[in-house]
């Protein structure tokens, strides 16, 4: 097992939802340090990315993950054939070609059958309460949730606006020159069946910057909190990733992030 601690409030949350983890990207800013090995498979303390990524969903009861997969997606198949994984039900939908996150979600739509879908990045980690984002998504009856947390420096990351009653209000594109706190989208979303139906039925390319831009205002809600929140998209963020996990992440619930 990972040295990740078990959640605060252990629950089969995720036990009746589809599970769906973006990872069909070519990983070009980290091509330097992974070579050809896909970023789900990048060794963190001594194990794959993905076996982490996976342990942390069953502590909520994750059952059925669905893995979009591109670039290399033969070695994570190959990978998980040779460990496989009697606590969960994985498959995967393999792209012919780079999609981006809102194409792999049409691609992979037949495939996605509970109400909402768990919508996760494959190359980021929220050590956040994802019970609770369950409950915030029902209570809220909205299209979708998103996972938002508050980072001290927001240069670089695209930052969300939210409005009284904590729906989203707006996006702000990624700017470098922004100092200072602000709430940011951490890359998980709870997406209900309505808007993933939407989805399938248009030609959005991006999920951050197609499909929730077109969105009317108050479609989505945000479920916030400030937890660890890292990723392993670049040669720096994953070596901070890697000392992260090796030291146990810490308490990850509560925590702030460090990147």
């Known amino acids: 097992m990972s040295k990740l601690p078990t959640p605060p409030r252990y629950s089969q949350c995720l036990a009746a939802l589809d599970v769906f983890v973006l990872a069909g990207g070519l990983g070009m800013r980290i091509r330097s340090v992974l070579g050809d090995t896909p970023k789900l498979l990048a060794m963190i303390a001594g194990r794959p990315y993905l076996d982490h990524l996976l342990d942390w969903l069953r502590c909520f009861g994750a059952r059925r993950v669905l893995l979009g997969l591109g670039y290399q997606a033969k070695a994570v198949v190959d990978y998980l054939q040779l460990h496989p994984r009697s606590d969960l039900k994985l498959s995967y939908a393999i792209e012919p070609r780079p999609l981006g996150t809102a194409g792999a979600l049409r691609f992979a739509r037949s495939e996605l059958r509970s109400d909402p879908v768990l919508v996760i990045n494959g190359d980021s980690f929220a050590g956040a309460d994802l019970c609770g984002m369950v409950q915030r998504q029902r209570d809220g009856g909205a299209s979708g949730t998103v996972l938002c947390t508050e980072v001290a420096d927001a240069g670089r990351y695209g930052r969300v606006i939210l409005d009284q009653t904590g729906s989203i209000q707006?996006?702000?594109?990624?700017?470098?020159?922004?100092?200072?706190?602000?709430?940011?989208?951490?890359?998980?979303?709870?997406?209900?069946?309505?808007?993933?139906?939407?989805?399938?039925?248009?030609?959005?390319?991006?999920?951050?910057?197609?499909?929730f831009e077109r969105l009317p205002q108050g479609s989505l809600l945000a479920f916030t909190g400030q937890f660890q929140f890292i990723d392993i998209g670049t040669p720096e963020s994953l070596a901070i990733a890697r000392a992260m996990f090796e030291s146990g992440m810490g308490a990850l619930q509560g925590a702030k992030e460090t990147l």
């Open 170 to 211: 707006r996006f702000v594109e990624k700017d470098a020159t922004f100092q200072g706190p602000a709430l940011v989208n951490a890359g998980v979303y709870l997406l209900s069946a309505t808007l993933l139906d939407q989805i399938a039925h248009d030609d959005s390319t991006s999920l951050e910057n197609d499909v």
